[in-house]
């Protein structure tokens, strides 16, 4: 009998955001939610994304819906509207967890929680084996990732797919089956139907071995952490490694390092970069030439110039963005723009505005030719163009660097670099208060 209870401490007034695909796995980690959120008065946010890539998509979309209404739980959706050349399964999933993140800033929530369970573990574990990975990959994945503001929180990751299903089946909880998780052209799948059944056979305990492996590993790749943080602090200028410095390393330790620095990039899953990545990234800095690059999964490029190794997004691909505002906008830059109930400084990370003098919402977008701003204290407008060039903003940067605009097309903040006649001090009126990070 699975008792989520004894699965993971939980709090009085806990808020969880639960990211649900009305499958058999996530379908029973809500109903087991459910069951004890009286107890620990939980404050529950159904997260889901409808991948757009199946009829029965907007049916289980609507189901959700619903149910979230019968049960007095808050829902949050999305429609993943275009996918790009990439990974089906692991663009999907970079924007699934940007999503979900986005759900957890809006209500200050203080856990993800999905239903991730031991067959998972068990797939990512030998697909990271066969690709090749670093010592962290081949843990799988942990039951609880602590993201600094937030936790991700696997508490089913001691179970099998069957005993969750066995679950549903004596609790009367309706769920949806995904019918692509039966095609072999996708690799999970063909570790599921065809490695899982021959292992199980062997032990119908695998999982737990499994388990333990991953905690062994991870614990190891925890201490580990702790050098290669060190060796980070002496590698690492302005977040570019200093190759000269970098080379003084031992081979692991260099390794490892790409690997933290690639995972700014590709989040929690590193499934995508292997040992090829980080060979073809080391030869790219044991180069001879003074300036190069390489491209590298997700419109991620590793440039070499002289002695600096800098990784960033591809700008050729993700350049031309728009946000419409709300509370919390993740940038393509890796940064984001949240609104605060309270100035924390007087910098130009922080804007504030009175809502009166602008027109809502507010808009954040790449830069455009011909932008300008009426710059606060200049008495007149300046090129946007100009105040890059002036701050040193490398072309590169230009091209994601996010620019606040309201509804009338006005900017009023370059984010980290320069503020509008429209910010107000600090005693003066306004009642948005906008950070950058």
């Known amino acids: 009998m699975i008792n989520i209870d004894n699965d993971f401490e939980f709090k009085m007034n806990d808020k969880i955001v639960v990211g649900c695909s009305t499958g058999p796995d996530s379908m029973a980690l809500v109903d087991m939610l459910l069951k004890i959120r009286e107890k620990y008065n939980l404050y529950i946010i159904i997260a889901h994304v409808n991948h757009n890539v199946r009829k029965e998509s907007y049916e289980e979309a609507d189901f959700i819906k619903k149910y979230c209404y019968d049960n007095n739980l808050i829902f949050e959706s999305m429609i993943i509207e275009k996918y790009g050349d990439d990974n089906f399964h692991n663009e999907a999933r970079n924007i699934r967890y940007n999503f979900f993140e986005n759900i957890i800033k809006k209500y200050n929530a203080d856990y993800l929680m999905t239903a991730h369970h031991g067959d998972d573990l068990i797939e990512t574990i030998l697909m990271r084996i066969v690709r090749g990975s670093n010592l962290n990959g081949y843990g799988g994945f942990r039951k609880i990732v602590d993201k600094g503001d937030y936790k991700i929180v696997r508490p089913l990751i001691g179970y099998t797919k069957q005993e969750l299903e066995d679950y549903d089946l004596e609790n009367s909880v309706k769920y949806y089956i995904d019918s692509s998780n039966k095609k072999d052209k996708y690799?999970?799948?063909?570790?599921?139907?065809?490695?899982?059944?021959?292992?199980?056979?062997?032990?119908?305990?695998?999982?737990?071995?499994?388990?333990?492996?991953?905690?062994?590993?991870?614990?190891?790749?925890?201490?580990?952490?702790?050098?290669?943080?060190?060796?980070?602090?002496?590698?690492?200028?302005?977040?570019?490694?200093?190759?000269?410095?970098?080379?003084?390393?031992?081979?692991?330790?260099?390794?490892?390092?790409?690997?933290?620095?690639?995972?700014?990039?590709?989040?929690?899953?590193?499934?995508?970069?292997?040992?090829?990545?980080?060979?073809?990234?080391?030869?790219?800095?044991?180069?001879?030439?003074?300036?190069?690059?390489?491209?590298?999964?997700?419109?991620?490029?590793?440039?070499?110039?002289?002695?600096?190794?800098?990784?960033?997004?591809?700008?050729?691909?993700?350049?031309?963005?728009?946000?419409?505002?709300?509370?919390?906008?993740?940038?393509?830059?890796?940064?984001?723009?949240?609104?605060?109930?309270r100035p924390t400084d007087n910098s130009n990370n922080t804007c504030k505005l009175n809502s009166k003098e602008i027109k809502l919402p507010l808009i954040i977008r790449s830069r455009r030719i011909g932008d300008k701003i009426n710059v606060k204290g200049l008495g007149g407008t300046k090129k946007v163009k100009d105040i890059f060039i002036n701050s040193k903003i490398s072309v590169e940067d230009r091209e994601t660097w996010p620019i606040v605009l309201d509804s009338e097309d006005r900017v009023v903040w370059i984010p980290g670099i320069k503020k509008s006649k429209f910010d107000k001090k600090i005693t003066e009126d306004y009642d948005i208060i906008l950070k950058y990070k």
């Open 187 to 341: 690799t999970r799948n063909r570790y599921r139907k065809y490695i899982l059944p021959f292992l199980k056979s062997e032990d119908k305990n695998v999982h737990l071995k499994f388990l333990k492996y991953s905690n062994l590993i991870n614990d190891t790749s925890k201490f580990i952490d702790s050098i290669v943080k060190k060796a980070k602090e002496k590698c690492f200028v302005n977040n570019n490694i200093d190759i000269e410095k970098f080379l003084d390393e031992d081979l692991f330790i260099q390794k490892e390092l790409l690997y933290s620095y690639l995972s700014d990039y590709y989040q929690d899953d590193l499934i995508l970069i292997n040992d090829r990545h980080i060979d073809i990234i080391l030869s790219l800095i044991k180069s001879k030439k003074a300036n190069c690059y390489v491209n590298l999964p997700n419109s991620v490029i590793a440039r070499k110039v002289y002695n600096t190794l800098t990784i960033m997004r591809d700008t050729d691909v993700i350049s031309g963005y728009e946000i419409e505002f709300d509370t919390y906008a993740l940038l393509p830059n890796n940064h984001y723009i949240e609104r605060v109930n």
